[in-house]
């Protein structure tokens, strides 16, 4: 009876062991939670991160719609690109500042990226190799905001490589452009009707292109005094 009992209690521990060794590889290959979304879509909602310094870039069009305004950056380089006719390039990032009664509600954002296209939220449409993503006007991620609303607005802007603002950036015009750098504060003033005046006996005539270089000289030299205090 004992000889029949040790052959039994061997074979049970046997397949005891087979059957925890089975079921911890099993919960070792699935994914749980967001890991198992983020596989089987594609799509990292955080892949598009806040453009810091986006506001040094060409500030190239306003949108006013009622209580709505709408800021729109972008980089030289972008706009160059749509007025040469050639495709916006990878890394472009666009950036849209929406204010509601003045105050800074959103912050809508659009980058561009080789291969991003394949990265798409499940049921969306293809736009290109652009993803989006929305912030607060704290710049925090709005993780509430239904991002496939985003791709389906832009979907019929294929002919314009899927921006709302293609024709801005086309008529824009990047020698008075309204960005950040100092040079441009200054560049597009009118200095035409401006009159300089010689000192002392020094009777020289200066013509309209010296005139204005010398207005755009005091100009800087002004908001670099004014920077400094």
Same mark, same amino acid.
């Given at each position: 009876?004992?000889?029949?009992?040790?052959?039994?209690?061997?074979?049970?521990?046997?397949?005891?062991?087979?059957?925890?060794?089975? !079921?911890?590889?099993?919960? $070792? @290959?699935?994914?749980?939670?967001?890991?198992?979304?983020?596989?089987?879509?594609?799509?990292?909602?955080?892949?598009?991160?806040?453009?810091? !310094?986006?506001?040094? *870039?060409? &500030?190239?069009?306003?949108? &006013?719609?009622?209580n709505v305004r709408e800021e729109a950056y972008t980089s030289r380089e972008a706009i160059e690109a749509v007025q040469n006719g050639q495709p916006i390039p990878s890394g472009t990032v666009v950036t849209l500042e929406i204010y509601r009664d003045e105050e800074l509600?959103?912050?809508?954002?659009?980058?561009?990226?080789?291969?991003? %296209?394949? $990265?798409?939220?499940?049921?969306?449409?293809? !736009? *290109?190799?652009?993803?989006? @993503?929305?912030?607060? *006007? +704290?710049?925090?991620?709005?993780?509430?905001? +239904?991002? %496939?609303?985003?791709?389906?607005?832009?979907?019929? @802007?294929?002919?314009?490589?899927?921006? &709302?603002?293609?024709?801005?950036?086309?008529n824009e015009d990047l020698t008075v452009s309204k960005d950040s750098s100092t040079e441009s504060r200054f560049a597009g003033i009118y200095a035409e009707d401006w009159e300089v005046k010689p000192i002392g006996d020094n009777h020289e005539i200066i013509d309209d292109g010296e005139k204005e270089g010398m207005i755009q000289n005091v100009l800087l030299s002004f908001y670099f005094h004014q920077e400094k205090n």
């Open positions: 009876m004992i000889k029949l009992l040790f052959p039994g209690l061997a074979l049970m521990m046997v397949l005891t062991l087979t059957a925890c060794n089975s !079921n911890n590889d099993t919960s $070792q @290959q699935e994914p749980s939670g967001d890991t198992a979304e983020k596989e089987s879509s594609g799509y990292d909602r955080e892949l598009v991160k806040f453009p810091e !310094n986006y506001d040094k *870039g060409v &500030n190239y069009a306003t949108v &006013n719609r009622g509600s959103e912050i809508f954002v659009m980058e561009k990226r080789t291969g991003w %296209g394949d $990265q798409n939220p499940p049921d969306t449409p293809r !736009n *290109g190799d652009w993803l989006y @993503q929305e912030f607060n *006007g +704290d710049r925090s991620l709005d993780y509430e905001e +239904d991002i %496939g609303r985003c791709f389906s607005c832009h979907a019929n @802007q294929e002919r314009d490589d899927f921006v &709302n603002t293609f024709d801005e950036m086309k």
